[in-house]
């Protein structure tokens, strides 16, 4: 039988907001960003703002962005680098949605390092033919980049 009440215990606070985001990583940051635009947003993470992976990740965002790159050569240096390992659908998915996505980062505020003409600076890493990493220098400005995004802090303590 299906109980009519969840037997857990009561909540130790309650809010009232139109959308809840679970997780405050690149994922939960982005949808709640995007969610702003549909009422007021509570992002909910399970401990400090800035634990998960996204803090660390700090070697960049690959891309097919620069003029003399394609997704399709993106495809074949993934597939190549995974010996197999990859599911090709996911992949196809990532290289053909890369550029758009990294530039919608842009349009959120994220900040990457940029050549002297304003281009973005791409760099080339292990099992890429072209240079199509965005990245932000060392990990220590990433995260003071990333700080500036963070969305405000807050504990809510109503019942
Ligand atoms: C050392 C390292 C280096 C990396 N380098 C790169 C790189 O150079 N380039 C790259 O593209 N990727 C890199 N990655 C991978 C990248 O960091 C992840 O793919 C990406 O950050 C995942 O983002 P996410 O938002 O899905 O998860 P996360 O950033 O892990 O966020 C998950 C969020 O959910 C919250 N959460 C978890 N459980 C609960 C719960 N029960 N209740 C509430 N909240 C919860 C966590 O607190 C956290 O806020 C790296 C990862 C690591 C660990």
């Not at 992002?43 to 965002?61: E, H, N, P």
């Amino acid at each position: 039988m299906i109980p009519s009440a969840l037997t857990a215990p009561d909540p130790g606070w309650t809010a009232r907001t139109d959308v809840v985001v679970i997780g405050s990583g690149i994922a939960g940051l982005v949808a709640a960003l995007r969610c702003r635009a549909h009422g007021r947003v509570l992002l909910v993470t399970k401990a400090l703002l800035d634990a998960g992976s996204t803090r660390w990740a700090q070697g960049g965002i690959a891309a097919a962005l620069a003029p003399d790159d394609t997704p399709g050569e993106h495809l074949t240096d993934t597939l190549v680098a995974g010996v197999g390992l990859c599911d090709e659908d996911a992949v196809r998915t990532l290289v053909d949605e890369g550029p758009d996505a990294v530039r919608a980062l842009i349009d959120l505020g994220a900040a990457f390092d940029r050549a002297d003409g304003g281009d973005i600076a791409l760099t080339r890493e292990g099992g890429h033919r072209r240079r199509r990493i965005a990245a932000r220098g060392a990990t220590r400005r990433a995260r003071r980049s990333a700080g500036r995004c963070s969305p405000r802090s807050r504990t809510p303590v109503s019942r």
